[in-house]
């Protein structure tokens, strides 16, 4: 049996989590289902110094390790970076990588591109998050690399038979600064006409347009129902989205319009064209095919 060290920020395995956490956890539980063992390792996992026995790592987002132990991860063994919305080691997301700081006196540069250079496999969200990645380390082109869509629960988020409720629009954690917030108070603004209905987290001390309701958190059980009811869904991120789960989520409850922006991933995709059912159908395949990938280069 081929055992793995699956390198995270989080425990995936646990509770609901983001998005990152949510794709994670599908992609880990096909893996398993095809006979890996797969041994989760975070921070504080008291088996982090057993990584060096496994067969190899797959990295994920990684803020919070030692910058050495991953850089000799790469000395000691094959890796795959499996990098989602953060610079490995470094908290800034992804979107800040052209800050000239960033390029020229991060501290943890040189691990990364280490990292990052001496992968099997470098795994990107989408064409424009891989793009995003060769923008700030120009040598990441030479590399062997796979473009993942994030993996979403087909059998859940499906089209329903209900009204629509008048004038509605809804986005999912849009009201956090390196989210949608500028774009989704503009949109307010801009169509006074239609009531904004907001999940998830917001920023506090700002004072939101009235046709902006919000909601607070919703889980994944009842987002179908609200994605259902919903004449349109936003996403208009003020930066660069690797992926955008919750517009995949949309799509695949068919939503009548998605009002989206250049920033969002998974709109960078040819397959985003197809109808929603073929839409559907590459969603679904999308952990299989993870790990016919990783089984080529490993």
């Known amino acids: 049996m081929t055992r793995i060290s699956w390198i995270s920020d989080w425990n995936c395995m646990t509770g609901e ?3 990152g956490e949510m794709s994670e956890r599908v992609v880990i539980e096909e893996g398993i289902k095809r006979g890996y063992e797969i041994e989760l390792v975070t921070p504080n996992s008291p088996n982090r110094n057993k990584v060096a026995t496994t ?10 390790f030692p910058p050495r132990f991953l850089a000799q991860l790469s000395e000691q063994r094959q890796i795959v970076m499996y990098v ?28 990364a591109k280490k990292l990052l250079l001496s992968s099997s496999l470098n795994i990107y969200l989408s064409p424009l998050h891989q793009k995003l990645w060769y923008r700030a380390i120009p040598e990441l082109s030479t590399r062997p690399s796979y473009l993942h869509v994030s993996s979403v629960d087909t059998k859940t988020f499906i089209p329903m038979d209900v009204p629509k409720l008048p004038g509605s629009s809804l986005c999912v954690n849009c009201l956090l600064k390196f989210k949608d917030l500028k774009n989704v108070i503009q949109y307010a603004k801009d169509h006074p006409e239609r009531t904004i209905t907001c999940a998830g987290a917001k920023e506090g001390g700002i004072e939101y347009p ?35 789960r919750t517009t995949i989520e949309a799509k695949l409850c068919n939503v009548p319009k998605l009002v989206l922006n250049k920033l969002v991933g998974v709109a ?15 969603i679904a ?12 280069v490993t």
């Open 17 to 19: 989590g983001g998005g």
């Open 55 to 64: 067969d190899f790592a797959i990295i994920g987002n990684a803020t919070r």
């Open 84 to 111: 989602h919305d953060f610079w490995p080691l470094c908290s800034y997301h992804l979107f800040y990588s052209d800050l000239e700081k960033c390029k020229t006196i991060c501290p943890n540069l040189p691990f």
């Open 210 to 244: 009235a046709n902006i309701v919000t909601v607070g958190h919703v889980s994944p059980t009842d987002l179908p129902g609200m994605l259902a009811q919903t004449e349109e869904f936003l996403h208009i991120p003020n930066y660069a989205e690797p992926c955008g």
């Open 268 to 282: 960078s995709y040819k397959e985003f064209k197809y109808s929603r059912d073929d839409f559907s159908d590459w």
């Open 285 to 296: 395949d999308s952990a299989h095919r993870f790990w016919r990938k990783i089984a080529e």
